[in-house]
């Protein structure tokens, strides 16, 4: 071969080279605009939903009738749906899985609904927020729990991405119980800011998932709740590997940790969907189970596994018992199978 025919290749391969970067990068920009927009345009629903112009009939009859459409569709949420179930089903106790589908996403309608409802509060003392009072009751053993909530008991609240979290936060700030909840800020997400606004509105503090420890055993110590969502995994904190409904799944530890530093329970609660009270009108009911606490000993790891797989327990029961509400569109098993 001729140097002037290798010089030519060369030119040519290291052309071909920079065409696909250069190729590359406006994709990437493409995908970045993109992006961008569809968080303006979210942004932009999201604070039409809250501002009182749409009514709350007009969102939930919308998005029912748009649950067929969205069933057609091979969304990410539906396929992640799918998975989770193959993984699953038979330890969650669910025979049909074709109709779960479909009771998930009906339950995600009424739970969004809740959510607008929630974000036209003004204030914590909204009277028009009375109608939180008014659709949610407790069982006797949640009514226990709440009394010495209000009564300045500190607890870890812990509970699961099933029912609506939100709610509950809301109906026991409503109550009176003083504290807040840990979540994960999403900083260029707008959905992530539209709940952050309705938690303040509804008088719930949040801390973020990255704050010190100290932050939340102050609040403990002063006689608050400390809320926290450890069904799924938690990205950037300790996580521990531990069965979850019979899959190895990533579990955070931080339950676990605030109640050994803190001696203070870990007190599962869950506000689950129910059929309407027809003295009261109720629609939604909340749970409790008996509390986990930390036991002092000379093998804490072994003690937070312990704890962990308690709680574990729980949320495995209430998925059990309300299939259909618990958040299966979640990547729960997805670091798990990851680092297998």
Not at 248 to 268: D, E, K, N, T, Y
Request: aromatic fraction near 6%; charged fraction near 25%.
């Amino acid at each position: 071969m001729e140097p002037h025919e290798s010089l030519e290749r060369a030119s040519g391969a290291g052309l071909s080279r920079l065409r696909r970067v250069e190729a590359s990068q406006r994709q990437a920009q493409r995908n970045h605009a993109w992006k961008r927009s569809r968080r303006r345009l979210r942004a932009y629903m999201l604070q039409l939903l809250g501002s009182r112009w749409v009514p709350l009939w007009l969102v939930r009859g919308t998005l029912r009738a748009a649950l067929p459409l969205v069933r057609r569709l091979d969304l990410r949420a539906r396929r992640v749906l799918r998975a989770n179930l193959v993984l699953a089903q038979s330890a969650a106790g669910v025979a049909d899985a074709h109709a779960l589908e479909g009771q998930v996403l009906a339950h995600a309608i009424e739970q969004f609904t809740n959510w607008v409802r929630l974000s036209r509060t003004r204030h914590p003392n909204d009277p028009r927020a009375a109608w939180i009072l008014d659709e949610v009751r407790c069982s006797p053993a949640a009514e226990a729990v709440v009394a010495r909530l209000v009564a300045g008991q500190p607890a870890i609240i812990a509970t699961a991405h099933l029912g609506d979290w939100e709610l509950l936060a809301a109906y026991l700030a409503r109550r009176g119980v003083r504290g807040g909840v840990v979540v994960l800020d999403r900083r260029e997400d707008p959905t992530s800011a539209w709940l952050t606004g309705l938690r303040t509105r509804n008088g719930i503090p949040t801390h973020a998932h990255d704050a010190p420890p100290r932050q939340l055993l102050r609040a403990l110590a002063q006689g608050q709740v400390v809320g926290l969502l450890t069904d799924l995994e938690t990205p950037r904190s300790e996580q521990l590997t531990l069965p979850f409904l019979g899959v190895p799944a990533l579990c955070a530890v931080a339950p676990a940790g605030l109640a050994r530093l803190s001696g203070v329970p870990i007190v599962p609660l869950v506000c689950v969907r129910a059929r309407p009270d027809g003295q009261t009108g109720a629609r939604w009911r909340v749970e409790a189970t008996e509390s986990i606490t930390w036991t002092q000993s000379e093998a804490p790891a072994q003690e937070s596994e312990r704890v962990l797989r308690a709680l574990n327990a729980v949320y495995e029961g209430w998925i059990r018992q309300w299939p259909e509400q618990w958040a299966w569109h979640q990547p729960r098993w997805r670091g798990a199978m990851k680092a297998q």
